[in-house]
């Protein structure tokens, strides 16, 4: 006698439609961020209340052990070959990688982070954490050559470039109308916490 299959078939193709509609929700939902830009709007204790660059409110809350680091302009003048710098970069129209700003760190957090990956910034943007090996002047702006661990990049350095540096900073910084960015994760409740905060001294948008 011959086995009917047709009782099992759409049960079974049922599941596996629901199943793959699910795998696409989540596919489809936008990833947590890890790091969010913008202008504090309210302090209340641990608590920031800060506006995104993309317009959302958002609750940051601040743990025990967050730090706070001031941004503050400096000269291009002021890279030297040895510094330890962290730029982002997007392609130029020739192929070369075109700082859109750098940020220069301080001999205590010479290491930070470095390497090479993608940067959130802007579409197709790259951060590079490295160590300046050359710095060349050229009718372009400056062109330095930066190695890191595995691997080095030439990146041109327009004369416009916001350049900055960090500087130690407190909770005295994070005052209503800063600007921040805030490495992030998300808690239960849809908020952030944050270990790690850095905020622009004088109206100063952290440009990275």
Same mark, same amino acid.
């Given at each position: 006698?011959?086995?009917?299959?047709?009782?099992?078939?759409?049960?079974?193709?049922?599941? @596996?439609? +629901?199943?793959?509609?699910?795998?696409?929700? #989540?596919?489809?939902?936008?990833?947590?961020?890890?790091? =969010?830009?913008? @202008?504090?709007?309210?302090?209340?204790?641990?608590?920031?209340?800060? *506006?995104?660059?993309?317009?959302?409110?958002?609750?940051?809350?601040?743990?025990?052990?967050?730090?706070?680091?001031? =941004?503050?302009? =400096?000269?291009?003048?002021? #890279? $030297? !070959?040895?510094?330890?710098?962290?730029?982002?970069?997007?392609?130029?129209?020739?192929?070369?990688?075109?700082?859109?700003? !750098?940020? +220069?760190?301080? /001999?205590?957090?010479?290491?930070?982070?470095?390497?090479?990956?993608?940067?959130?910034?802007?579409?197709?943007?790259?951060?590079?954490?490295?160590?300046?090996?050359?710095? +060349?002047?050229?009718?372009?702006?400056?062109?330095?050559?930066?190695?890191? $661990?595995?691997?080095? *990049?030439?990146?041109?350095?327009?004369?416009?470039?916001? !350049?900055?540096?960090?500087?130690?900073?407190? $909770?005295?910084?994070? $005052? +209503?109308?800063?600007?921040? #960015?805030?490495?992030?994760?998300?808690?239960?409740?849809?908020?952030? /916490?944050?270990?790690? #905060?850095?905020?622009?001294?004088?109206?100063?948008?952290?440009?990275?």
């Amino acid at each position: 006698m011959p086995v009917r299959y047709s009782a099992f078939v759409h049960p079974l193709l049922a599941v @596996t439609m +629901v199943a793959a509609s699910t795998l696409y929700a #989540i596919a489809q939902q936008a990833p947590s961020p890890s790091r =969010i830009r913008g @202008t504090i709007e309210k302090v209340e204790g641990d608590t920031l209340e800060v *506006k995104s660059r993309s317009g959302d409110e958002v609750k940051l809350h601040m743990a025990d052990d967050t730090s706070i680091a001031g =941004i503050t302009k =400096i000269s291009l003048s002021d #890279i $030297k !070959v040895g510094s330890f710098i962290g730029t982002t970069t997007v392609p130029g129209p020739d192929g070369s990688q075109q700082a859109v700003e !750098v940020h +220069v760190f301080p /001999e205590n957090m010479r290491g930070t982070g470095e390497g090479s990956r993608p940067w959130d910034l802007r579409p197709n943007s790259t951060m590079t954490n490295a160590t300046v090996s050359e710095s +060349v002047v050229g009718n372009d702006g400056h062109t330095l050559l930066v190695k890191y $661990k595995g691997g080095e *990049k030439k990146v041109v350095v327009p004369d416009q470039t916001p !350049v900055v540096t960090y500087v130690p900073g407190d $909770k005295s910084d994070l $005052k +209503v109308g800063a600007k921040l #960015i805030a490495f992030v994760k998300q808690l239960p409740d849809g908020s952030f /916490e944050t270990s790690r #905060i850095s905020v622009g001294r004088d109206g100063l948008t952290p440009p990275m």
